[in-house]
């Protein structure tokens, strides 16, 4: 129920998510510390994403599988980088069946160390290769500040498990996903995302190449919003995965993984929100279209509900995601506001006049008051909405790229630097040294998020230091 | 592959089942004591399972969720019986983050307790209620002994949460989802089970009624395939799950449980399998046709592939689940034995003399040899083959209703019962006290399965003590 005001983005962004995130009903704080519950609407929201993607993984030969939660201690220590990442974040199982265990186990961080261990006993030839599977889930990792769907201990996810006979398949592996992750973003959630590699600092704890998508919220701060990995041969030597090539050699295959987790959905609502709540991308949204009769008496409520049970109808049976929101203990004022805090992107109202006149009324929720609202036939409805959906999806990701453009700066010297990240991102030349992303990142906050594979064909001089430099990164202040 | 021959079911049947589940690639021992990797083909069979049940709990008003995987060890002791029945089997989480924990954690053996603290917070007035929400993902109970899917310490399930404001309502949710139980088994997974009630000793844990679907496998043992309980206040009271009805006084809710788990994979194989190895309904079979194309030199090669191709896409765009067979270092006599094994319950094989006449050879995977081999027009084929799967399905159902009817017994004394256990279930009365039943399991190692709803009209007499009985219930072996 949408009784308490949100406050504004503008007095206070941190709070106006987390109360959003709640009142929408898309999550709620769990009684375990660090840990979240993913409530109906929320969880319906995930399930368009993963179907989404699963998809589209199915489509490219992925296969999904289940592998266990829990790992063995020891398998984290065999992969040197790997173990320092995350021993810090292990949450550990130390008795079972009420006996103390002989070895602790682990709940699974992320599943490279299992999953390698069971490769080395399913691939034998090259006859085998690649093995492309896809595992559904959630995992755990040690986590004191919660923030909802941004950082939680246990958060959910897909996590891709590759293994390829030559770094070129599996390096062709890691960007065919890559691919995927922004083409999901900019046409499913109408997010625009940067592309590129991570720097050795920023590299997944055991990878090769770490790349990534790269998102602007509406504070301007950067959102990692989906990571794709080449480890090369370092956990197929670390678990012994090996196969027969065609000359009948023993080779190590050469090994990719890659995620995108619940933390989208931060981005998705800090991307599009307003100061009324939640905006959600049609082609993403649990309810597409939400309908509110508008009725004075028992007489018009008899004419309203037939019409709007045939709008209902037609639409639902088009394929549209719609809602009926008959409720008679709140007002359509009330529902209004209700359904545009959870971000339903577009309103039909059915009232007395619409009856007398075959109309209904259009609200869009990304343009709200007048300039949203249109009068339209009942006749060819169906079409009508389909076509505003589109609209909609569309504007969205206009207004999104616009913004986000609009906010990536190119300062001339690094105090400019430090002051536009403030405010925005930084794209600038950077002579790939660790001494100069940890200078930026001591005096402005702000770090390196990918450095895109589409870069000038120029040199420049890096603006920390004034070296040389070959490439340019975004730097940026991120979640 | 599928070098190595399989026991027969007769010479060992646990052995038959532990080789299979393996050499057909569903699931895999796991590097963690109990644990199990369920592979892509197993995995490929359960999401078939899971999207039927999952559209069919949203065509009745469920929604899905997900809570923590980790519970706070104190949720457990709120309900007596509950804690009494869960302790033994958990596994625990002391540390976290490198620290201990002031509490220890659960990984979840199941949720009552930490979505009835949710509902206890989410629940205010009978508006809001019911709630019907499902968890998909897996939970963890301690188990040292292992067979791949039957018993497992983490398996995978949904599990159905439920809050009411009355009892008539709550038992109508545990009745529903039976029901939908019933069906799926017996429409989808060619599964005839019994439904009915369990007996006291045989309720889960904090239950006030349990109710269950029972199947009979090949050896005739049974196994529970799913249950629905009812726990009338239990849960709310330990929960505090309130709500002010209509005439605003604070009641506590009622609630249910439910589900099915991986287990039921276990049941598909012992019911359906034979020698030669998987039989899967088609319906719910990853792959439903397997083709085949023979030929024996690059000219046969070359015709025959052209009518497979086009065979193939046929099928496939009419949405049939075929998969090709082209692998040139294996035999088609190999290949044959290698889908039989993995249960594929259709191949097609198109050879030159196919070419030449407008044939397909069609090969039915539940009857072997030539009674199941039929030579079909490649005109019409889509239809012919959508037929032929609709057959295969029934005949599944109608062959395992047989052999299960076949093999229940209505022994005429204790003495009789006691030797048909041994090959069958017994259908006897019972006086519904404790002592009979533990006789039974003394001297038979049978144990009641369950009280079906449909219940002679006659009193009898208790097969074990001669008393008053008013009920017959199922006692046989169980998995």
Known sequence: MAEDKLPTQNDNFAEWYNQLVQKAELADYAPVRGCMVVRPYGWAL????TSWLDKEFKATDHVNAAFPTLIPMSFFE???????????????????????????????????TIIGYMYSKWVKSWRDLPILIVQWGSVLRWELR???????????????????????????????????YERFCREELAIPVIQGTKSDSERFAGAQITTAIEAMMWDKRALQSGT??????????????????????????????WAISSRIIGALIMVHGDDQGLKLPPKIAPIQVVLVPIYKNEEQKAQVMEVANKVFTELKT???????????EVTPGFKYNDWEMRGVPLRIEVGPKDVEKGSVALARRDVLGRDGKSFVSQDGLAATVTDMLETIQASMLEKATQFRDANIHDPKDYEELKEVVKEGWAFSWWDGSKECEAKV????????????????????????????????????RAY
Chains 1, 2 share one sequence.
């Open 441 to 476: 990142k001591e005096d402005a906050k702000a770090t390196t998020r990918v450095i895109p594979f589409d870069q000038p064909s120029s040199e420049g001089k890096c603006i920390v230091c004034g070296n040389k430099a070959d490439k340019k990164v975004y730097f940026a």
């Open 46 to 49: 995930w399930e368009n994403i």
């Open 228 to 257: 794709s990995h080449y480890f090369g041969q370092n956990f197929a030597k670390a678990f012994d995965i090996q196969y027969l090539d065609q000359s009948n050699t023993l080779q190590y295959c050469e090994t990719t993984s």
């Open 318 to 328: 088009t394929g549209i995601r719609i809602k009926m929101d008959d409720r008679e």
């Open 78 to 112: 065999k992969e040197k980088e790997h173990v320092e990442g995350f021993s810090p974040e292990l949450a550990v199982v130390t008795h079972g069946g009420g006996e103390k265990l002989e070895e602790p186990l682990v709940v699974r961080p992320t599943s490279e």
């Open 146 to 180: 919660t923030k909802l769907f941004l950082r939680t201990a246990e958060f959910y996810w897909h996590e891709g498990h590759t293994a390829h006979a030559t770094p070129k398949e599996a390096k062709d592996e890691m960007y065919l996903i890559l691919n995927i």
